[in-house]
């Protein structure tokens, strides 16, 4: 598991520390670094899977970032051309600290001195127990992708979702591994019966159906509704809005992820009404008491309202969730972010609520009283 993350000089995080937990949320205004954080993560895996890591320095162009050149993620306030980036395993004894030379015309940040990670393949952000859903995921069709050597041989979703479908209609008979996540009104503990039963939350009666079509190098994707003992005719997702779909990746990936797995979600809630929102905020809640790491992104009051209520209603203990606001440094800076990092009790409560930490519902409602 990560269980530190300090950062120097990239982008709007001129320096902070990062303490993990399971579950890691980050929230703040745009341009304030959350992103930035996530990026840290993906710039340092996609580096390695490209086997330059460790002998040759950063990769800012790949997979699961493009961020430009030197010159677009070296902090404008940084005193030194050098980026710093600070990683803590629970796993691992030391940290490993990566420095990176600054190259503005290049894509390729030359790393500085050799960084000994000890059997790296064994720690989830480099391996296959990792997962990364972007914001931008995949829109509502009808017909998906087939890829047998993302879900099989990476074991992965694809970064938009994409690979999904064809997931769930290739493995949707199989034991969910987390006992934690099975629903109480799924019907077994396969994996779609429970797609099914947490889904129903954010909809109720929906059915997924899903069907590989290898001769046409395709996933075909539909909703039905159960509506007292009959079950209406299949939907096209286009006709069941952006929100259903938005957020079958995000079940889909909890739900097949096992202990020691981490997951990057970006936006969990998107699209969905309230009460999926909060929904969604207790299954994450829910995976990281049972091993899950998660780090997320997420502008939602809702989806952090699930989460405090899980922890009050004794799902999960404290210790398990870490919030994370970034805030602008002072008024005398323009790029530099401030981190803030406040805490929940056992009732679900929280220490402190900095200027803009999810409270436009309250600055609206008093401009409205």
């Known amino acids: 598991m990560l269980e530190y993350l300090h950062v120097r000089n990239f982008k709007t995080l001129l320096t902070g520390g990062f303490p993990l937990s399971q579950l890691n949320i980050f929230s703040g205004l745009n341009g304030m670094g959350k992103s930035s954080l996530i990026q840290t993560l993906l710039l340092l895996r996609q580096s390695y899977e490209r086997n330059v890591l460790f002998s040759k320095g950063l990769l800012l162009k790949g997979d699961y970032a493009s961020l430009g050149t030197g010159r677009d993620v ?8 050098a980026i710093y980036f600070t990683v803590k395993w629970s796993e691992r004894e030391d940290a490993a600290t990566f420095v990176f030379d600054y190259a503005s015309q290049s894509d390729l940040l ?12 064994e720690l989830s952000l480099f391996n296959q127990n990792f997962q990364y859903l972007s914001a931008d995921r995949v829109a509502p069709k009808s017909h998906h992708e087939l890829s047998e050597f993302h879900i099989n041989e990476l074991n992965s979703l694809g970064n938009q979702g994409e690979y999904t479908v064809h997931y769930i209609a290739d493995h949707a008979d199989q034991p969910l591994e987390n006992k934690d996540l099975i629903h109480p009104s799924a019907g077994s503990n396969d994996l779609l019966a429970n797609i099914d039963a947490w889904m129903s939350e954010i909809a109720p009666g929906l059915k997924v159906k899903t069907e590989a079509l290898p001769q046409y190098n395709s996933a075909t994707l539909s909703f039905a509704f159960v509506q007292g003992n009959e079950t209406t005719n299949e939907f096209k997702p286009q006709n069941v809005g952006f929100g259903l779909s938005y957020v079958l990746p995000v079940v889909t990936s909890i739900l097949r992820a096992k202990l020691g797995d981490l997951l990057i979600i970006e936006n969990p809630e998107s699209h969905l009404h309230p009460a999926g929102q909060a929904v969604m905020g207790r299954l994450c809640t829910l995976a990281a008491q049972s091993g899950i790491q998660l780090i997320v992104e997420s502008h939602s009051d809702h989806f952090l309202n699930g989460v405090r209520v899980a922890i009050k209603e004794g799902f999960a203990p404290k210790e398990t969730v870490s919030l994370f ?6 008024e005398g800076s323009e790029h530099a972010s401030h981190i803030r990092k406040p805490k929940i009790d056992d009732l679900g409560r929280i220490d402190e609520w900095p200027n803009g930490f999810f409270d436009e519902w309250d600055k609206q409602l008093d401009r409205l009283l």
Do not use: G
Not at 325 to 330: A, G, M, Y
């Open 74 to 81: 070296l902090s404008q306030e940084s005193e030194e051309e």
């Open 110 to 121: 030359p790393v500085q001195s050799q960084v000994s990670v000890d059997k790296p393949e």
């Open 325 to 330: 606001f970034l805030e602008r440094e002072n």
